[in-house]
């Protein structure tokens, strides 16, 4: 696995998701108002759209999350697993901010 930039950690604005191309993957950026930075799937397993990176940050109890623009299903920004659905889940990726670029580990 290697280490591919994104972008600028500037150009990630706190609470709103970006879309990013990593190869062949669809990713959705996240960095939070305390600067966390997320890196999931950004296809909604739901419909097969490619839309999380447009969807609503917020939190469900301690957990940070995504919840899908389409059908409002909520996703943990952490382990990509649905608090709607049992056993229904996104990819997350390792993502980390470094000389003030976003750089996301992918296979």
């Not at 097969?48 to 996703?75: D, K, M, N, W, Y």
């Amino acid at each position: 696995m290697t280490w591919t930039t994104v972008c600028r950690y500037d150009d990630l604005l706190p609470e709103r998701g970006v879309a990013a191309l990593v190869g062949d993957l669809q990713l959705a950026l996240f960095r939070c108002h305390d600067g966390q930075l997320f890196a999931i799937g950004n296809s909604d397993p739901f419909t097969g759209a490619c839309v999380l990176a447009r969807g609503i940050v917020g939190s469900r109890a301690e957990r940070l999350t995504v919840a899908s623009p389409l059908h409002r299903q909520t996703f943990d920004l952490r382990t990509g697993e649905c608090l709607d659905d049992d056993g229904v889940s996104v990819p997350v990726y390792e993502v980390r901010a470094r000389t003030g670029m976003v750089e996301v580990k992918v296979a």
